[in-house]
């Protein structure tokens, strides 16, 4: 019986867990910049926008981990799973979008 819950909500399950990987990654990816912009002169500073985009352009590479959460929330919907743990996966999809998308090392200097 315990095994059928298990599998009543294994989709959103699924969902958190990757999306929860994405979020830990863009973290350490925005702290990573964060160390480079405080390692850099005057005149890097100012062009560090390029560098951020030549250097660190796997961050956006979370998007594909981010859509394939989300459809695996749509999955566990169609499923009938769980309605808070799947609400709670929507909620976190969302969350590391716009972590991957917003520049978090600005507020790590």
Same mark, same amino acid.
């Given at each position: ?11 959103? #399950? %699924?969902?958190?867990? *990757?999306?929860?990987?994405? +979020?830990? @990654?863009?973290? &350490?990816? $925005?702290?990573? =910049? ?30 594909? #981990? %981010?859509?394939?959460? *989300?459809?695996?929330?749509? +999955?566990? @919907?169609?499923? &009938?799973? $769980?309605?808070? =743990? ?24």
């Amino acid at each position: 019986m315990t095994n059928n819950r298990f599998y009543r909500k294994i989709f959103s #399950l %699924i969902s958190l867990i *990757i999306s929860g990987f994405c +979020i830990s @990654t863009a973290i &350490k990816i $925005n702290f990573d =910049i964060a160390q480079r912009y405080s390692q850099c002169d005057g005149k890097t500073q100012a062009l560090f926008g390029i560098t951020e985009t030549l250097e660190f352009y796997y961050q956006y590479y979370n998007i594909g #981990l %981010i859509i394939i959460a *989300i459809v695996f929330a749509i +999955i566990g @919907t169609k499923r &009938k799973e $769980n309605r808070m =743990i799947n609400g709670i996966a929507y909620f976190i999809c969302v969350i590391s979008l716009i972590i991957i998308f917003t520049r978090l090392w600005r507020l790590m200097i």
